[in-house]
């Protein structure tokens, strides 16, 4: 049996046998019900908060103890609650840190770097304030020498960077550590076999529960490429999710702006608001090609829906100039890209790969064995024993 704490997405994500233990709720904290979900803006005090209030009386011998959400916010608590915790307890632990965006490792910045001091109690003086990089590695050092070098086998880190990399071990200071690749997981069933239809469908989603800011997501050009290439290819259809759940009514301003100006396409479902669970997997696997208009930020960070798609064998089109783009690279797979963040430039990839779409399903049925096979190794239970 396997238990969660702290845990803030919904229970129909997670794996059989497993039960939630604590929640951002007990924080007075809002839950998120959808796919890939963190609570970004919880401060390490709120977070601490609520650890504390959990039982660690609860956890047997043979649990393991997945910690979520592991992000700059809240990350000192977290290291903070486990040197107090370990000793006590003779459970195991799986830390899912959002790493490779955290510290921007490839910016090509010296992970070596000190950074600034952190002390047992430094955590509380860390809300008001925006961590810059040089502070996100040093907390990131205070979680890991939070675990004694005798007790590093109970220990499994999950983080988002796909590429093995030597800079995570210099950054955890913990040779003996073990990393694993775990971007998402996928919680939805086999893809049904359809019918051949020859009607296209193109799905575009801000994010799976939590949304994008309409922005960073390429959200802001949907109305132009959705209007050009419907006009181009009267047979293709747009599935849209337009949502945010920090704004409010759970759209931004730009998205609600989009929505109106795409009110006069034809051929086209939209999402308001957030994806359930369900609709999220609904939505993938009745998708054809995955349009993915990220921006440069993406250069940097994995998305949780391109790893999603992979595991159903989905079409993706994807910046050039991404880690989307260099996974395909390193696997000597090649998807439908674009080279500029513009309308212009994604339409021409839209349009390459609706001209070569048997290829890229080769492609996409390539990866997704990759992808599947890599859960296989991954998987976040089975890593333990």
């Not at 845990?7 to 129909?12: K, S, Y």
């Not at 997981?185 to 994008?212: F, H, K, M, T």
């Not at 989009?258 to 994806?275: D, F, K, M, V, W």
């Amino acid at each position: 049996m396997a238990s969660y704490c702290h845990v803030d997405f919904d229970v129909a994500l997670m794996p059989a046998g497993v039960k939630v233990v604590s929640t951002f709720g007990r924080a007075e904290l809002p839950v998120l019900n959808g796919h890939y979900c963190t609570v970004l803006g919880a401060s390490n005090m709120q977070c601490y908060q609520s650890l504390q209030a959990i039982d660690s009386s609860q956890f047997k011998d043979d649990d393991i103890v997945f910690l979520t959400s592991m992000t700059a916010e809240r990350v000192v608590a977290y290291g903070q609650w486990l040197r107090e915790l370990v000793g006590k307890t003779k459970c195991r632990f799986g830390l899912y840190a959002h790493i490779s965006s955290e510290v921007d490792d490839t910016l090509a910045r010296d992970i070596r770097r000190s950074g600034l001091p952190l002390s047992d109690d430094s955590f509380a003086a860390l809300d008001e304030v925006v961590v810059p990089n040089e502070v996100k590695r040093s907390m990131y050092r205070y979680l890991f020498a939070s675990i004694p070098d005798d007790q590093l086998e109970r220990f499994r880190v999950f983080y988002e960077e796909p590429f093995p990399n030597r800079n995570f071990i210099d950054l955890a200071q913990k040779p003996g550590l073990r990393f694993i690749y775990l971007h998402s997981l996928y919680p939805g069933g086999e893809c049904d076999d359809r019918a051949p239809s020859n009607q296209v469908n193109i799905a575009c989603l801000g994010s799976g529960g939590l949304g994008g800011d309409g922005v960073s997501k390429g959200q802001h050009l949907l109305a132009e490429i959705v209007g050009s290439v419907s006009e181009r290819h009267p047979g293709i259809t747009f599935t849209l999710q337009l949502g945010n759940r920090f704004a409010t009514g759970n759209m931004t301003d730009i998205q609600r702006q989009q929505r109106t100006l795409l009110a006069q396409c034809r051929n086209l479902s939209i999402h308001e608001g957030l994806l359930s669970c369900e609709a999220y997997c609904s939505l993938l696997v009745h998708s054809d090609l995955m349009l993915l208009p990220y921006g440069p930020r993406y250069r940097h960070i994995m998305s949780g829906i391109f790893d999603d798609a992979l595991y159903l064998g989905k079409v993706c089109i994807i910046p050039q100039q991404s880690k989307m783009a260099l996974w395909m690279d390193r696997h000597n797979l090649d998807f439908p890209m674009f080279s500029e963040w513009d309308a212009s430039s994604i339409i021409a990839a839209i349009d390459d790969a609706l001209t070569r779409l048997p290829f890229y399903q080769r492609q996409a049925q390539a990866a997704q064995k990759i992808r599947r096979e890599s859960w296989a190794r991954n998987n976040p239970i089975d890593v333990f024993s």
